[in-house]
């Protein structure tokens, strides 16, 4: 079974892409890119799916039908999540992103990727979910708020994305299911051992490593669907209207 994670680029710009597979109990890391044109996107897709049982984790709005204000699964984003400061972005199909949102999702079903608000767990199949890896960070990493690592200065936004480079190396190991441990050994570091920065500080690079990990995220959270289902996962909104597959933090239970 495979997992691939696709941090889409909304408007325009590359979209960070990764896939993992499941091996020997643990989630394996066999690639991490970045891809501008949807038509690129669609064939990564395609050639690490191979026709086999996938999930693709999107984070973007792929099903929209309300014409103006913003989708019930955004709506509860800001319900249950916006004290964490991981309340989601406004959906309607008046938003400039929707048409390339909600195509890039009918792509994806013309790939033999059903939508899958709901899943057995563990069952082989196609699948495509919308993720959104804000509240996931909170969930899965027992935080208070947000990784504020899209805004702010440089300086202070890359402090933030080494610390998700630190919880995905440190904490996704050891929790279920499990991403192997050398995993972080393939993903780009921010600083050394010492502190220094590895990379220039320029939001062209930031950006590129912030996509990848972004993109790690989706896939994971794509896999803690397919591993848990409904038991340990949060499902926001309907397929009819668009809906947002968070995993859950322990023993958490919410009313739509």
Known sequence: MKFLGIDFGWQCGASGLCCLSWENDRLQLLDLDRRESIADILAWVERWAEKESAIVAVDAPTIITNATGM??????????????????????????????????????????????????????????????????????????????????????????????????????????????????????????????????????????????????????IGAHWWYWGNERNLVLGSVEEGYIVIPAAHAEKLDQ
Do not use: M, W
């Open 71 to 220: 989708r019930t699964a955004d709506r509860l984003t800001h319900k249950y999540f916006g004290r964490y400061h991981a309340g989601a972005y406004p959906a309607n199909l008046r938003s400039r992103f929707a048409a390339r949102t909600v195509a890039f999702g009918h792509s994806l079903a013309a790939q033999g990727f059903a939508h899958a608000p709901t899943i057995t767990p563990r069952t082989p199949g196609r699948y495509q979910i919308e993720v959104y890896p804000h509240p996931a960070i909170v969930n899965l990493f027992g935080l208070n708020q947000i990784l504020k690592y899209k805004k702010g200065t440089l300086a202070q936004r890359q402090l933030e994305l080494a610390k998700l480079h630190q919880y995905i190396g440190e904490i996704l190991p050891i929790s279920e299911p499990p991403l192997a441990p050398d995993t972080i050994g393939k993903i780009p570091q921010l600083y050394t051992s010492r502190g220094d920065s590895r990379i220039s500080p320029t939001l062209k690079t930031f950006k590129a490593i912030e996509d990848q990990l972004d993109a790690i995220l989706c896939a994971y």
